[in-house]
């Protein structure tokens, strides 16, 4: 009987519901994950912090080797402008000067055996100050050798200019000192008993010598002193008379191109004076062909006058 009471009892009890077994099993699980998180992350915080000191430690000497050749460099570009500029020059050899004194201070910051991270900033601060005067100076000579090429472009301009205008003066100088020549008059002459008397004759048979008489007008851009006026005779057919025995010869005229001239009359001026009946002769040994004479004068390579004589 008493055993059937059991059986009866056991029959009665009902087992524990599986929720709650899953729900405690879990609630272990959250707690030893979570503690296993805290020392976890706890360990990667020692891990960062040692890291951090790490880098620290280490970036106190790189910065500082970093500072040092921006410092190095900045010094360098500006010996480079002190070079191009004495006033800049000058302005950087001023003991009591704001670069000095900021040089100076760098110099010292950087010079620290055990620098602080401190210190450090401060002097990159500094460095930065540095660099950015030493830019605008390096901008300043900049504008200032801009300024001196535009200079010496307008000066190369203006002395060209200049030159033009002087190149301009001295031709129109010479133009002004050209010789002018008035009163043209060609004479046919006829030598009689062995040339003692000179008869004006028209008559080309009869001519012995042309003889051109003519004024030298007064001139006062031209210095005194010998002056050469070229004549040139062609014939009736247009061909130059020319004998190299009675002074014939080739010049040039103010373009540069040869002037092949008949004879040539050297006069000797005075500034500011005319001359009058001024003449030169031309005798040929061959007889003279009736017709037109042309004779051309030129004087410093222009011509100054022209005529023409009709034998008959």
Do not use: C
């Amino acid at each position: 009987m008493d055993q059937e009471f059991n059986q009866s009892e056991s029959a009665n009890i009902a087992p524990a519901p599986k929720s709650k077994y899953n729900k405690l099993l879990l609630g272990v699980l959250v707690a030893s994950l979570a503690g296993n998180g805290y020392l976890l992350v706890t360990k990667n915080k020692v891990t960062e912090q040692n890291t951090f000191l790490i880098n620290e430690n280490t970036n106190v000497n790189a910065a500082k080797d970093t500072l040092q050749n921006q410092y190095d460099a900045a010094l360098a570009r500006l010996d480079d402008l002190t070079g191009k500029n004495a006033a800049l020059d000058q302005m950087v050899k001023d003991k009591d000067g704001e670069l000095s004194k900021l040089k100076s201070e760098i110099k010292s910051l950087l010079g620290k055996k055990n620098a602080s991270i401190a210190d450090l900033k401060k002097a990159q601060s500094l460095i930065g100050t540095l660099r950015s005067k030493v830019k605008t100076y390096e901008e300043r000579i900049a504008e200032l050798e801009k300024a001196n090429t535009t200079l010496t472009s307008e000066n190369s301009n203006l002395a060209k200019a200049n030159d033009s205008v002087s190149g301009e003066a001295a031709k129109l100088k010479k133009l002004g000192s050209v010789l002018h020549i008035s009163n043209i008059k060609m004479e046919p002459i006829n030598l009689k008993h062995n040339g003692e008397k000179e008869v004006e004759t028209t008559k080309a048979k009869h001519v012995d010598l042309l003889r051109i008489v003519f004024d030298i007008d007064e001139n006062k851009i031209v210095e005194s002193g010998t002056n050469e006026i070229f004549v040139v005779i062609t014939d009736p057919e247009g061909k130059l008379l020319s004998n190299a025995a009675y002074g014939s010869g080739v010049s040039t005229d103010a373009d540069g191109n040869s002037l092949n001239y008949t004879v040539v009359k050297r006069v000797n001026l005075e500034k500011a004076q005319k001359m009058t009946n001024v003449s030169v002769d031309w005798k040929q040994d061959s007889n003279y062909k009736k017709g037109s004479y042309a004779i051309a004068f030129y004087n410093a390579g222009y011509k100054i006058g022209s005529g023409n004589v009709i034998l008959k």
